[in-house]
Structure formats: structure tokens, C-alpha cells
């Protein structure tokens, strides 16, 4: 049976599990539009930023909200470390390469997580409770705390992108890197900070996901697999992309599962992903974006 | 000369009678006078020497080491195979010795059906184990089964909840399954291998329906004034796979086959791979039902039961299945653990005097092992297997493989961890299938401050024939519950 009122609900939480797809996207689509690279494991740097928030909840003691920036931090680290040893090697290669050692740190990952967190669910204790009810939908403060979060972390990376030199050289690359180099940036530079910046924004979306579900060291495929589909949808490289794709997506999967029934979901965002790219098969802002 | 002779042949034949009435005499006493305990095993004769042939018996181990389920069932195999071993091994007669038990690991990974049948042939085919005992998932353990079965390996199978692990073959009736489908087995002697230590989902199902209509219906009716007529409201919500398809039809037909005074008022399949349920727990609440009958593992159903009361403010009586009787379980639920029930078999947190003295030791001692880790249901099961396998194996007084068979289908040995309905460890007999008869039962959690974790109670049945008190406390509603449609 459908109400207007559990629509309505199930289209606000689709716009709130979409922020959090919109962060992990919107790392995958920086770390592609500037460095060109394909990274499957993208996935697993939002498991690991699950654990490190985790972590820093459990051991140090912090607010839930302020463990984001403690996986921001550490998953970056990660990046750089990462972009240093595994994907410079490669970078320029053949793109099998740079698609077979993203493939090969799944596992890294995956493994090195049971060896530090074992194998069982977590979750990250949140400090709010209760529910949001507003004229008969309800939302929990926590997912409303989610999207202010998510649009803060936006619109400083819009700032960056946008007002900064390194944002500039970001761009700059992203469009023609061999005509930066010709103009004196560091192009490795850009590409170790793009590369830390995709991580960071992967680890920010872990520990909210951390904060809202429970994970395990498995959990990075799924999230990996909507990701792409979101940059897909919303076009290769562009952060608005993946703000509207994220969006779209967390709206189909939950009005999907609402009205058609809980089978439904991934294969209905896949239908709009297809629809999507075969009515414009650069994706909704395929070209246009930053 | 002649008489030397003859009294050297008479000699020789004492000798050997002897020897033979003590080997029959060793090898029915587990029969005659069960125990899993250890140190009621027989002894080597002191007359004879111990075979040349003798050698440790190899048990594989099949477990999934990235789940959370298939570490407990590592931990626990390793803990019983320590206590036979420490306490002297298996007494095989044909041997004339004692032999310890040589643990050979089938690790299935996450236990999906692609994963098993690698692992278990390698057991079988290559490090030629006497035995399997395990299994998991039942997908996984439809796949591996069949290299135990096309090798005539004995299986003790302590997971998969799906009764054709035993009755997919002729003796099972096929479990029922169509013609054309591809999960019947036809091989009855094969089958004959397969041994179910496990509650299947009709074993689930029959205890949850029966504690609704006998113990919250009548609550119900009598705090809202409801009239009798009025069946209780259920609601299912479960993964779309075999699992919760199967818990879900064994409820409805349960319901139907005793005119049972509860009605499904709203069934909610979701993908295995779904994370949010926050739209499938709005259907649920839009359907009103008195209570939500949550089918799925550990995870998924702390996280149905949390976003059930945080997300969609749908304050109900939530009831989980005994696969997420396990200490992450009460982790994972904290704060909204409190008032939700639990179909269980196995409950190192709760149980009545004479059940937490029966596991005890078990619990201790899994404790001391692990670095204080709490035991799950899953290791429970594996550690009985093992007694259970050593029983039999003495029994049999050999290794022969369709011997320690028949010896598995004889066993008569006291129940362990598991309660059974019958006090001792015995597979079913009246048919050609062979599966126990665990006693279920439901636990209420209450919320524990100190320890930010639900501990439980079992409320339901209050008494088991044969067995005694099991229940703890009354069934309550939980804080802030709002029926169903009147």
C-alpha cells in the first residue's frame, strides 16, 4: 500500500542515502577527471574510513561527528601513500595495469582490515537520537545531520576548486596535462593531492556511512559499484555530475524498493543509468563539468 | 610334543577370544553407556600392540574464516579437538590404540556456493579426511555436500538451516522439489553420509508461530481489550533468497496446518545485498501488524530491528532467528536491543540453572582459549560434532567410512551443548534421512545500562517434556509498543 506520506519519507531518505553517494562519487570522479585513473578499490578507502572514524570514536574517546575528520586525515594519508607507490608506477601505462593493481589493493585492503578489525560488524555510536517528525514524515537527526555535512564538505571543495591555485592546477590538468607541464606545474604535485583529496572524500563518506549502517571489512564493493554508476549517470569527471547523479540515484534506488518492492531497487538505478546513457551517452553533464 | 602343541593352540585361542570379547565389550560401551566426556573413553589392551596401521584421524573442518559464524565454528573445533586430544584421542579398535585427531581445514571464505566445493574436494580427494564435519550457509553446503556424497565421506552438517541438505535425496522425498530442479539428488546411499546437527527453518518457524499464538496473543487481547477472534498481526521481513523463502513458507504453513490464530499480514522480500531497509520497514508499518518476524543474519537483522525503531518509529515486537544467536548480535543492537526477542538453541548469556551448568565449562574454557571472547551458537553445534564424530568412530571400532556411517545413524549418546527433545544426541531413525530434534526457544532482551548492551530471558516454552523449566520471565511488551489495526 502507498502513502503520500511514506512516499514522501522514502524520497527524503533517498536524497539522504544520496549525499553519501554523492561524497564517494564525487572522489572518484576528482581522481578521474584530473589523473585519468580508473580506481576500483575506491570502495574499500570508504570501508577504511569507516574504521579509522570507528576507532577514534572507541579508543579516543571522540564525538562521532568529529571522527569524520580523523578518517578524512587518515584515508588522505592512505592516498598519498597509494598514489606514491602503486599508481605512479603505472599512471600512463597501459590501462589494464592501473585497472589490475586497483583490483589487487580490494584485497590489500580487505585483508589488511580483518587483520586490524577482525572480521564482525561495526557501527559508530552516534551521539544524536530521536527522529525529526514533521507533519507525518519523520527523518532521524542523524541523516539530517549527514546531508548538512556532505553540503558543507561541497562547497569547500567547490571553493578549492574554484579559488585556489592548486584547484586551478587541478583543472588545469584535468583539461590538458601535457600543456601544464609546459606551463611549470608540478603535475606529480597535483596528482599525489588529487589522488589524497579522492581519498578524503572517501573517508569522510565512510565514517558517515559508519555513523547511519553497520559495515564490515566486505562492504566496499557495493558502494564502489554505485559510484561508478553514479559518475556514469552524471557524467565522467564533473563534480555537478555527481552531486545530480548521486542524488538521482538515491532517489530511484528508495522510491523503487517503495513502490515496486525490496527486490527492486539496484535493478531500477541501473535502468535510469542505462536510459540515461542512451539518450545522452556522455552522461548528464558529460563534458561540461569541472 | 603333542600335548606342548595343544596347549600352545588353546593358549592362542584364550588369547584371542580374549581379545575379542574385550574389543566387543570396548566398542559397545559408548552405546550402552553414552557420555561425550572424554575420559570415559575406552583404553588400549594392555595384552595386544597397537596396529601398525594406526594413524591420527583426519576431520576436515568446513568454515567460512571471513565470516564471523566460521571463526566461532574454527574456535570451537579447535577447542573440542584439544579435549579429546588432551584426554588421550579416539580409541579405534581395530587399531588397538588410542589416536589423536588431526584437524584438517576446509576454510570456504564467506561460505557462498561458489567458494565450498574447492576447499571440501581438497579435503576429501587430497588430504583424505575420515570425516567432515561443518557447513554454514545453505547454498554452500548444497554445493560441497556432493563431493562428500559422489566419495562416501561422512558429514556432520551443524549449519545450513535448509532441510534438503538431508532430504534432497530418494529417502527425503527430494525435499519436496520438483522434477526438473536441480538440487535433487539421486543417490540414496550417498545421501545415507549426510548427517543434520542443525535446527531447520521449520524447526524455526514452528516455535516463533507457537509462541505467538499461545503467549502474545493472549497478552495482546487482554491489555487492548482485543476480541479472541481477532488473529495476531504478523509481519515478515526477510532476505530473497533460499533462506527467508524457506522461513517463510514453513510460517505460512505452520499458521495454516494448525489453524494457528495468527495471520501474515504483510510479507517484505529485500535483496541479499541491501544495506537500507528503510522503505521495506515503511510497507511494514503502513501494514500495521502487532509484530515483525525479521529473517536474515546477524547484521542485517540488528540493523532492520535499529532502523525499525530509530528511522521509521515503527515500535513493535521485533523477533530474530537463532543464526544471530551470537554475542555481535547484542553489540550491534546496544540501546535498541531491549524488548526484542530471540528464537534460540543455544544461549551462553541466558538459560535456566541445569542448561548454564551443561555449558559452563564449555563457555569458560572457550573464554580462556580466545582471549574472552563469548561462544556463538555456530561453535556450539561444531563442538558437539566432534564428540559426537569420536563416539561413533569408537563405536565403529574403525575408521571404515560406511562403518563410522552406521555408527553415526546408531549413535545414542547424552545431549551436550544442544538441547534435544529426547535428553540425548540421536538422528532421527524413523526414516532414511538423519536429522536431531533441538529444542527452541525464545529469549526477550533487556537493555543493560551498565553494560550499554541487552542481555536475554527465555520466556518461552515454559516447560520442555523431559527436560524440565525453561523459562526465565514473562514475555512483556516492550516500551512505547503500538499494536496493530484493532
Redesign the interface.
Known amino acids: 500500500?502507498i502513502?503520500p506520506s511514506?512516499l514522501a519519507?522514502?524520497l527524503l531518505?533517498g536524497v539522504a542515502?544520496g549525499c553519501i553517494y554523492i561524497l564517494l562519487a564525487a572522489g572518484l570522479s576528482i581522481i578521474f577527471g584530473v589523473m585519468k585513473l580508473v580506481n576500483f578499490a575506491h570502495g574499500q578507502l570508504l570501508m577504511i574510513g569507516a574504521y579509522l572514524a570507528f576507532t577514534a570514536s572507541v579508543v579516543l574517546g571522540l564525538n562521532a561527528y568529529l571522527s569524520i575528520l580523523v578518517a578524512m586525515g587518515g584515508v588522505a594519508l592512505i592516498g598519498l601513500g597509494v598514489e606514491r607507490f602503486t599508481f605512479r608506477k603505472v599512471l600512463g601505462t597501459d590501462k589494464l595495469n592501473e585497472i589490475f593493481v586497483s583490483l589487487g589493493l580490494i584485497y590489500i585492503f580487505e585483508n589488511a582490515a580483518?587483520l586490524l578489525w577482525g572480521?564482525?560488524?561495526a557501527?559508530i555510536?552516534s551521539p544524536l537520537?530521536?527522529?525529526l517528525?514533521l507533519g507525518g514524515i519523520?527523518?532521524?537527526y542523524d541523516?539530517i545531520a549527514a546531508m548538512g555535512i556532505v553540503i558543507v564538505i561541497l562547497l569547500s571543495i567547490i571553493f578549492l576548486m574554484k579559488k585556489t591555485k592548486i584547484g586551478l592546477a587541478m583543472r588545469a590538468t584535468s583539461q590538458k596535462s601535457d600543456a601544464t607541464q609546459l606551463m611549470g606545474i608540478n603535475i606529480e604535485k597535483v596528482y599525489i593531492f588529487t589522488f589524497a583529496l579522492g581519498a578524503a572524500l572517501a573517508g569522510a563518506a565512510g565514517a558517515l556511512y559508519g555513523i547511519i549502517?553497520?559495515f564490515?571489512p566486505?562492504l566496499g564493493a557495493?558502494p564502489t559499484i554505485k559510484a561508478f554508476a553514479i559518475i556514469i549517470l552524471g557524467g565522467l569527471g564533473s563534480i555537478p555530475g555527481a552531486v545530480v547523479g548521486g542524488l538521482l540515484y538515491g532517489i530511484a534506488e528508495?522510491t523503487a524498493?517503495?513502490v515496486l518492492?525490496?527486490?527492486w531497487?539496484?535493478a531500477i538505478a541501473f535502468v535510469l543509468l542505462i536510459v540515461v546513457l542512451v539518450i545522452k551517452p556522455t552522461g548528464i553533464f558529460g563534458g561540461k563539468g569541472d | 610334543m603333542q600335548t606342548k602343541m595343544l596347549v600352545a593352540i588353546i593358549a592362542i585361542a584364550i588369547i584371542v577370544v580374549a581379545a575379542g570379547v574385550g574389543t566387543w565389550q570396548l566398542t559397545q560401551q559408548p552405546s550402552t553407556s553414552p557420555s561425550p566426556s572424554p575420559t570415559s573413553t575406552p583404553t588400549a589392551s594392555a595384552t595386544s600392540t597397537p596396529s601398525p596401521d594406526a594413524r591420527p584421524i583426519k576431520i576436515g573442518l568446513v568454515a567460512g574464516y571471513q565470516i564471523a559464524e566460521g571463526q566461532d565454528m574454527d574456535r570451537a573445533a579447535k577447542l573440542a579437538v584439544e579435549e579429546i586430544n588432551a584426554a588421550g584421542g579416539v580409541y579405534v579398535a581395530a587399531w588397538n590404540t588410542k589416536v589423536p585427531i588431526e584437524l584438517v581445514i576446509a576454510d570456504t571464505g564467506k561460505d557462498t556456493a561458489g567458494e565450498t566445493v574447492g576447499p571440501v574436494t581438497r579435503a576429501v580427494t587430497e588430504d583424505n579426511v575420515d570425516l567432515l564435519i561443518g557447513g554454514y550457509t545453505s547454498a554452500g553446503t548444497l554445493a560441497d555436500q556432493v563431493v562428500a556424497i559422489e566419495n562416501r565421506v561422512p558429514y556432520i552438517i551443524t549449519g545450513a538451516s535448509s532441510n534438503l541438505v538431508t532430504r534432497r535425496g530418494p529417502q527425503g522425498n527430494f525435499g519436496g522439489l520438483p522434477a526438473d530442479d536441480a538440487r535433487r539428488y539421486d543417490d540414496a546411499e550417498g545421501m545415507s553420509y549426510m548427517f543434520h546437527y542443525c535446527t531447520t527453518t521449520a524447526d524455526y518457524s514452528k516455535t516463533v508461530v507457537n509462541f505467538f499464538a499461545q503467549t502474545m496473543k493472549p497478552l495482546l487481547d487482554s491489555t487492548y481489550g482485543f476480541d479472541a477472534s481477532r488473529p495476531l498481526r504478523l509481519a515478515v521481513i526477510y532476505r530473497n533468497d533460499a533462506f527467508g523463502n524457506g522461513v517463510l513458507a514453513d510460517t505460512k504453513n505452520l499458521i495454516q496446518a494448525n489453524n494457528l490464530p495468527v495471520e501474515v499480514v504483510v510479507e517484505r522480500p529485500y535483496q541479499t545485498t541491501a544495506t537500507s531497509f528503510q522503505t521495506d520497514l515503511t510497507v511494514v508499518k503502513d501494514a500495521k501488524p502487532d509484530a515483525v518476524y525479521v529473517v536474515d543474519f546477524i547484521a542485517n537483522t540488528a540493523e532492520i530491528i535499529r532502523e525499525g525503531q530509530k528511522d521509521v518509529g515503527l515500535n513493535t515486537v521485533y523477533i530474530a532467528v537463532e543464526c544471530c544467536e551470537d554475542p555481535q548480535l547484542y553489540t550491534l543492537l546496544g540501546e535498541y536491543g531491549g524488548g526484542v526477542l530471540l528464537e534460540s538453541k543455544f544461549a551462553p548469556y541466558a538459560g535456566p540453572p541445569f542448561y548454564m551448568q551443561s555449558i559452563e565449562t564449555y563457555v569458560t574454557n572457550y573464554q580462556a582459549a580466545n582471549a574472552g571472547k563469548i561462544p556463538g551458537m555456530m561453535g556450539a553445534d561444531t563442538y558437539d560434532a566432534f564428540f559426537i564424530a569420536k563416539a561413533a568412530i569408537e563405536q565403529a571400532g574403525t575408521v571404515d567410512k560406511a562403518a563410522v556411517r552406521t555408527a553415526i545413524e546408531q549413535i545414542n549418546i547424552p545431549q551436550m551443548l544442544i538441547m534435544t527433545q529426547t535428553g540425548t544426541v540421536q538422528f532421527s531413525t524413523s526414516t532414511n534421512y538423519h536429522e536431531i530434534a533441538p529444542i527452541t526457544f525464545v529469549e526477550q532482551f533487556t537493555y543493560n545500562a551498565t553494560l550499554q548492551e541487552a542481555r536475554p530471558q527465555i520466556v518461552y516454552p515454559a516447560t520442555v517434556p523431559g527436560i524440565g523449566t525453561l523459562k526465565q520471565a514473562d514475555f512483556v511488551l516492550p516500551t512505547g509498543y503500538q499494536p496493530g489495526s484493532p
Do not use: C
Request: net charge neutral; no cysteine; aromatic share 8%.
Open positions: 500500500m502513502t511514506g519519507e522514502t531518505w542515502n580483518v572480521n564482525k560488524s557501527q555510536a537520537h530521536g527522529l517528525s519523520s527523518i532521524s541523516r549502517f553497520p564490515s566486505a557495493l528508495n524498493g517503495y518492492g525490496g527486490i531497487p539496484d
